[in-house]
């Protein structure tokens, strides 16, 4: 259910992004039952936007593709939300597929199978009126921050990587696998801030920690832990070793952003 709140959150972030004008709607179709205990169903995000050309819709899913420089200077990037949506897709034996017309709109969509319910459920909804607000970003999200992500997990890097890139467009991100590699990136590329998971392999999170502590530089670097959030004293153990701040995983996006904004003001 993370996975896929994280890609439905991702494809119409960016159909409300792009769609100045109309309509963005959400489908779910059930495509058919496979036994009796399983669906194969399809969700669809279609928006009445500035659609996608044929040339650039055959990289639109690689890291970084952003159309045209006139709409990454419009819009802003929508490259790795699109690449995460369908790492994460992959995981689940499923993949995004695109249907697009320049100044028609386009259409996401992907198959996934999911355990069937005999639960009654609202038959269907026509539309939700929605207000939206041009969101006013100041000059921190657009600033090319460094930011180093250390963690073991993929799908926990994924959903990290996603909520930064959406908090900081322009910012750079870097990942290290464990506390050793995170040591040895950061006395490479003395990033803005690091995010640092706890419990990894090689080296954990404090040890990682302590060591870049020990250099010049590593002194004053933000670290913010990312913890478990159920290891009793984990918390104040975070502090007590040298980091700066901490959240819990699953990452909320608002606590994040605070963290962010917070920290790299400093």
Sequence with gaps: ?????????????NAVKFTEKGSVKLTITNLELIGESQSRLRFSVTDTGIGISKEFQEQIFEAFSQGDNSTTRKFGGTGLGLTISNQLLALMQSQLKLKSEVDKGSEFYFDVILKATNHKVIDSIESIEVNVEKEVMGDFGHENFKILIVEDNNINMLLAETLVKQIIPNGTLYEASNGQEGVEKYSVLHPDIILMDVQMPVKNGYEATQEIRKTEKGKHVPIIALTAGTVMGEKEKCLEMGMDDYTSKPIVKEVLEQLLHKWLKK
């Design 1 to 13: 259910s993370v996975r896929l709140k994280q890609i439905l959150i991702n494809l119409l972030g």
